[in-house]
């Protein structure tokens, strides 16, 4: 049904009632008309149904019409009403069509039903009204059937009470088509027939309006009332939560009322509180600024005075009371300084650093400077936005700053070669091992270039030692011109040096680089009065063609130096496998070796370590030799490295765990102490990965303690798998194994590197040792070594500990264990044992086993 449709049909209801509907009440009153014609319908079909089958009963037998025409007639018409019925119920499951469609269906279906009626009246009627005959049968079958089509406008007038349109059609189909028909064939008997008719529909329409009307009215009237009892409703509670909330609102406020009069009293309270607590925090904190020894200052911009409290500890002087800032930095800071200081000042004045920072000199009352750091910010502006009053804190920071410049140079002795300022050997290993590094990730080249001067040893024994350094110092100036195609440049030791060339694309960048510095270091040397010619030999080897190890790729270079050398000098050469395989005696000593694992031709020699607390042996470390058939005693420096260029380095390895922890326990179980043996550990016996099981296999074999077991490694072994070194480390420290890092200063360590490896034990290469006690810088270093090493929680073992004075300096700086010449050479087991017996004898008779020995 369309909107026009929809809103006529609810005007017409709405005019055929003597009461207005309410405003918004004509869509109800529509729908609820509609509504209750829907539930009368069923009944209105029924009783049609059976007035249908009534009236075909009636025209049966009907000489005027055949019973087939009467059948369809009345076949047609009870199809229709199940079709109307089936056509109402389905628009009553869907409230929006029957809302849009169920008034246009009711007039339609009515007028279809009128017009059947019509049918029966008009088409199955004999003529004999038009004829002005009456006959019986006739008339009362005539009568009969208006009779039932009355009552059937009677039945309709009840149906459509809701819906005057769809009554009116129905009717005017029903009756008007027969009354027409009979006015258009006038007879006396017609004429009064269609006469009774039309009063019969005119009275029909009359009360279909009038109960209409009252139906409207009544729908009307119980809407509003409906309306009127939710208003009550609403209203009644609406006033009730009005009551309710007015008795909540006077309960609320006699009990805020008291509780505002409770809050007085204890905020009076809290103030009173609170005031004594600031009095004793103003107190405690002036007291902790004293102790502290910082200074406040106050500046109040405008008139340039600054206060300052707390100077006298500071800088020995009272304070300065208000003093013009100028005037005050101008006497108190130091010249080189001041500029920063107005800088960082007035950039925060103007908001571009969120607060003023800076560090600077400050002259001291006795006159020496002092270093101080002054945080503070604007804490005051003017209504135009310029800064007002300006707070801040002063404190002492000499200390910091001393220890900071000690740092530093510390870690430049450390690092760098004093002599050439080149980079020392230290450095060049951990640059070469992070160039290592980097090449295996990126899959590139690195070049090494080994450099010695020729002649050099003559014109420094002959000229003296000043010549040689200036010579030494000239070289590195001239290498280092080549520095801007080098990665590293360094000394490595006396008249050698190291170059480091990474990312190698061929191998004329190496050999043409050679040339360079063949032929920068073949010009004459001008040492005063001297004018020198020396040239140099060079050995090349690459990584990864000449080797995958660090110390494999140096001693590959000076093979390859060594055979520049032989052949005359001042040229260079590449690393080749014949270099080594070359020569007779290598590889004799190569034959030899192998046939020294099977004949167990390794022996264990062991060297004393001294508590400096105790004064007596507490281990030792186990040192290889090898019992050379022809050549005597071998040690370590003969065959180690070719055992590690062979992979034979692991299996002496092993052996010499097993022979250290079978005589400790040997030991021990003689009563000579609870002592602990420490073991070198290679860096290919990680990479093997058979570390911890080879442990547990030399102390089960031994049946020794684990904490008596403790293994030393190199800091470069640690490096090429930080994450597996660390997690293997934490498995043997649960062992109870001890771990020491050995020669310490001479790898690729960091503090950052202390800090992430469990390690126990830190041993200082003995090149640190060796000049300390003079004006050397190296007791400097093995100072903050050791203190570094202690505040990290790891005890302290100082090797080459030779003279009396690296006792006394060690002592002196708290080194927990020395070894060295002074106490004892590496001994066989059986010297060992003689050791150990006369330290239990002479600790039973003197204090301590050094209480014989003078230091």
């Excluded at 500890?313 to 130091?334: Q, S, Y």
């Excluded at 140096?554 to 130096?561: P, S």
Aim: with cysteine; net charge neutral; glycine share 6%.
């Amino acid at each position: 049904m369309s909107r026009s449709a929809i809103s006529g049909d609810a005007a017409d209801h709405t005019n055929a009632s003597s009461r207005p509907a309410p405003p918004g009440h004509s869509e109800r009153l529509r729908t609820t008309l509609l509504a209750q014609v829907q539930r009368q319908l069923p009944r209105f079909l029924i009783i049609t149904s059976l007035s249908v089958l009534l009236a075909v009963w009636i025209l049966w037998d009907w000489p005027y019409a055949s019973n087939k025409v009467i059948a369809l007639w009345g076949g047609s018409f009870i199809g229709f009403l199940i079709f109307r019925g089936f056509l109402v119920w389905g628009l009553s499951r869907s409230p929006q069509l029957r809302s849009r469609w169920l008034g246009t269906i009711l007039i339609a279906t009515a007028v279809l039903t009128g017009a059947f009626w019509a049918f029966a009246l008009v088409a199955l009627n004999p003529r004999v009204f038009l004829n002005g005959e009456l006959y019986a049968d006739i008339t009362s079958r005539q009568i009969l059937l208006s009779a039932l089509l009355g009552a059937q406008g009677i039945t309709a007038l009840a149906a459509y009470a809701g819906h005057l349109r769809a009554f009116v059609g129905f009717t005017l189909t029903a009756f008007l088509p027969a009354v027409a028909y009979l006015l258009l064939h006038p007879t006396s008997t017609s004429l009064m027939v269609s006469t009774i008719g039309t009063v019969w529909w005119v009275f029909l329409i009359l009360s279909a309006r009038y109960l209409n009307r009252m139906v409207s009215d009544a729908i009307v009237l119980r809407l509003s009332n409906e309306d009127l009892i939710s208003f009550l409703r609403d209203t009644q509670a609406r006033t009730l939560d009005t009551n309710r909330l007015l008795a909540r609102e006077v309960n609320t406020r006699a009990i805020a009322e008291t509780q505002l009069q409770n809050l007085n009293e204890e905020l009076e309270q809290r103030v009173a509180q609170r005031t004594q607590a600031l009095m004793e925090s103003q107190e405690g904190l002036t007291l902790a600024i004293e102790a502290s020894g910082m200074a406040l200052w106050d500046w109040h911009i405008l008139d340039q005075e600054i206060t300052h409290t707390n100077l006298e500890p500071l800088l020995g002087c009272e304070g300065i009371g208000n003093r013009k800032l100028l005037d005050a930095a101008n006497g108190l800071v130091h010249p080189d300084d001041i500029r920063l200081v107005k800088r960082n000042i007035i950039r925060h004045l103007r908001r571009r650093t969120p607060r003023f920072e800076a560090r600077y000199r400050i002259k001291h009352a006795r006159g020496h400077w002092v270093w101080v750091e002054d945080r503070g910010r604007v804490v005051n502006w003017t209504a135009q936005g310029r800064p007002e009053r300006m707070l801040g804190t002063r404190r002492d920071i000499t200390r910091e700053r001393e220890a900071e410049e000690t740092q530093r140079k510390l870690d430049y002795l450390a690092n760098y070669d004093r002599l050439t300022q080149l980079t020392n050997r230290r450095q060049f290993r951990n640059r070469l091992h992070a160039a290592i590094s980097d090449a295996r990730d990126s899959q590139t080249r690195v070049g090494l270039i080994f450099i010695n001067l020729d002649r050099f040893r003559q014109v420094n024994e002959s000229l003296g030692f000043e010549v040689g350094d200036s010579i030494l110092r000239e070289t590195g100036r001239r290498l280092t011109e080549l520095g801007s195609k080098l990665d590293t440049l360094a000394r490595i030791g006396g008249d050698e040096f190291a170059l480091i060339f990474p990312d190698v694309h061929s191998n004329d960048d190496l050999e043409r680089l050679s040339e360079e510095v063949i032929g920068s270091l073949r010009a004459p040397f001008r040492i005063g009065d001297h004018e020198l010619l020396l040239g140099a030999s060079l050995g090349i080897c690459e990584f990864p063609e000449h080797g995958r190890e660090l110390a494999i790729l140096i001693n590959h270079a000076d093979l390859a130096m060594q055979q520049a050398k032989r052949l005359g000098g001042n040229q260079w050469r590449r690393y080749s496998p014949d270099m080594r395989s070359a020569t007779v005696e290598q590889l004799h000593l190569e034959n030899s070796l192998r046939k020294a694992i099977f004949r167990d031709e390794f022996i264990v020699h062991y060297q004393p370590k001294l508590s400096l607390a105790s004064q007596r042996i507490v281990g030792m470390e186990a040192l290889v030799r090898w019992q050379h058939p022809t050549l005597g005693l071998l040690h370590p420096g003969k065959f180690i490295p070719l055992a590690e260029e062979t992979g034979l380095i692991s299996v002496i390895t092993e052996r010499v765990l097993s022979q250290a922890t079978t005589q400790l326990k040997a030991w021990t179980d003689a009563g000579l102490g609870k002592l602990h043996v420490a073991v070198n550990i290679p860096p290919q016996q990680l990479h093997k990965g058979n570390l911890l099981q080879l442990l547990e296999q030399a102390l089960d074999d031994s049946g020794l303690s684990a904490k008596q077991l403790e293994i030393e490694l190199t800091e470069t072994s640690l490096m090429d798998d930080p994450d597996l070194a660390i997690s293997l480390f934490k498995q043997i420290r649960r062992m109870g194994v001890s771990i020491a890092l050995d020669d310490f200063g001479t790898g690729y360590s960091s503090l950052s590197h202390l800090r992430r490896f469990p390690l126990d034990i830190l041993k200082i290469d003995q090149s640190f040792i060796r000049d300390v006690g003079t004006q050397n810088e190296d007791g400097a270093i093995v100072r903050a070594i050791i203190t570094m090493a202690h505040e990290l929680g790891m005890k302290v073992v100082a090797e080459g500990v030779e003279t009396r004075e690296h006792y006394h300096f060690l002592e002196q700086e708290r080194c927990d264990i020395v070894q060295g010449y002074l106490i004892s050479r590496p001994v066989t087991a059986e010297a060992m044992e003689l050791l150990l017996r006369e330290q239990a004898l002479a600790e039973r008779q003197q204090p301590s086993f050094l209480s014989g020995i003078e230091l």
